[in-house]
């Protein structure tokens, strides 16, 4: 029913920038916790970010002061700003929001890749 969409990944330099959006198909949800998942070649889907209705935040200790998440409540979308990126950003990007459709229920975006390497 529900279906988000993610974009803006892509090939950069180390060092270099990219904006992840993601937003969900429809109008009028109500949305609590919208996040971003990340997963790696051989490695486990880790959460890079998240941010809460109200605007609290939670980052992986190896984005912090690289990345920010921020969310428009009006468009309902969320954004992660990726700056420094490193090789081990490297990964494809799962967007994720919790909407409220007869249940409060988490949805998943179909991933987008990020590549860093020179």
């Known amino acids: 029913q529900v279906h988000l969409v993610e974009s803006g990944g892509g090939l950069v330099q180390p060092g270099g920038s990219l904006r992840l959006s993601c937003a969900p198909s429809?109008?009028?949800?109500?949305?609590?916790?919208m996040g971003w998942y990340r997963q790696a070649p051989g490695k486990q889907r880790e959460l890079v970010a998240s941010?809460?209705?109200?605007?609290?935040?939670n980052y992986a200790d190896s984005v912090k002061g690289r990345f920010t998440i921020s969310r428009d409540n009006a468009k309902n979308t969320v954004d992660l700003q990726m700056n420094s990126l490193k090789p081990e950003d490297t990964a494809t990007y799962y967007c994720?929001?919790?909407?409220?459709?007869?249940?409060?229920?988490?949805?998943w975006g179909q991933g987008t890749q990020v590549t860093v390497s020179s």
């Open positions: 994720y929001m919790t909407i409220w459709v007869r249940r409060w229920t988490a949805y």
């Open positions: 941010i809460e209705s109200g605007g609290s935040t």
């Open positions: 429809g109008s009028a949800f109500a949305i609590d916790t």
